[in-house]
């Protein structure tokens, strides 16, 4: 009798054991199926790319007092970020190696008033275009100029490498002066040194028409001479990360936080 009762003991326990076996086996088969379906949005909820930018090109990138990156690409992109769902963190970087960086892995992203161009798509991948800002001419009030050609024989200034600094020197008879940041040759400008200035329509229209200390001295001449667009850089061949950030300007400007950012940054 006792031979048998553990008989049917031993076999309840390897029905249980089988029991156990198939719902082990069925909980992981439901695992693989719902974590391919949520890992998406738990990697774009918990990414954080670093974003290089020259904090010298005020209203678009600059530092305030309390040295704090602040400007209309920081807010721009702190909003993509928000819509695309992924965190940003902003490293000031100096404009000469700023491209140089992105190749090297040092970052994840620029943003800092860079304009599309084909030459640099040959080395980085841009993302949908989010501003247009033609290059201008800013010269001091008491100076007769509408155009570049109106300076031959004089000195312009612009930032090294940008495509202000492109146009003066295609420009016949005029001298190109370059600088490491914009706010330097508004300042040779103030007291003689250079004629003019070309850079951004944006960034003109801070240092020309609302800058203390040169709204008095200085006037935006003539158009813009170029249509160029401002884009974010990532490192060539990212898709994935230029789709995400895609998606979140898209969003950006379907809700028009573009616009707004505008007003409190550029009117």
Sequence with gaps: MVARVNVNLMHRKEEDMKAYRVIVAFMVMVSFIVVPMTAGSVLAAEKE?????????????????????????????????????????????AWDGIFAGIAAGK??????????????????????????????????????AVVLADLKGKNVGARIGTTGSF????????????????????????????????????????YALQKKGYKDKFKIVGKPFTTEYYGIVVMKGNTELLDLINKGIRAVQAKGIDEQLKVKWLK
Excluded: H
């Design 49 to 93: 790319i670093t974003v290089a930018t020259d904090a010298t090109w005020p209203p678009m990138e600059m530092v305030d007092k309390n040295k704090d990156i602040v400007g209309f690409d920081i807010d721009f992109l702190t909003a993509v970020a928000k819509e695309a769902g992924f965190k940003v963190k902003f490293q000031n970087t």
């Design 107 to 144: 970052y994840d992203a620029i943003i800092s008033s860079v304009t599309i161009t084909d030459e640099r798509k040959k080395n980085m991948d841009f993302s949908i275009p989010y501003i247009n800002a033609g290059q201008v001419l800013i010269v001091p009030k008491n100076l007769k």
């Design 167 to 206: 146009e003066v020197k295609k420009t016949e008879g005029v001298t190109l002066k370059t600088y490491d940041e914009i706010g330097l040759p508004f300042e040779d400008m103030a007291v003689g040194r250079i004629d003019g200035v070309v850079c951004d329509t944006l960034v003109a229209a801070d």
